[in-house]
């Protein structure tokens, strides 16, 4: 059974820094699109940041500069790292996975894009 797992949300002050880690479970991942999702309660679920084998990272101009998304795959894990952390970047954030090898040169912004996801991390900046 695939599980993807994330950890490492909590309440930070603007302008401090959170990592959340997401552990798969199941299967490997390296050759698929692995994403960074958030929602906050009344809106739809927004991109974050993406990852594939086989083209640069990439972000929603909301966090560009701010957030890294990076990957273990020997830990099947995906790692965000976000600083300078924002109020309006409070938001339930969630991993997700792709089932099938990530398109050369394909971004994957979309939440139908993607097969698996996990539970939700809960972010909260206070101001």
């Known amino acids: 059974q695939v599980q993807l797992v994330e950890s490492g949300g909590g309440l930070v002050q603007a302008g401090g820094s959170l990592r959340l880690s997401c552990a798969a479970s199941g299967r490997t991942f390296s050759n698929a699109a692995m994403a960074w999702f958030r929602q906050v309660p009344g809106k739809e679920r927004e991109f974050v940041a993406g990852i594939s084998w086989n083209i640069p990272n990439y972000y929603a101009d909301s966090v560009k500069g701010r957030f890294t998304i990076s990957r273990d795959n020997a830990k099947n894990t995906v790692y965000l790292q976000m600083n300078s952390l924002k109020p309006e970047d409070t938001a339930v954030y969630y991993c997700?996975?792709?089932?099938?090898?990530?398109?050369?040169?394909?971004?994957?912004?979309?939440?139908?894009?993607?097969?698996?996801w996990g539970q939700g991390t809960q972010v909260t900046v206070s101001s």
């Open positions: 997700a996975a792709g089932a099938v090898a990530a398109m050369w040169g394909r971004q994957y912004r979309r939440p139908n894009e993607y097969d698996y």
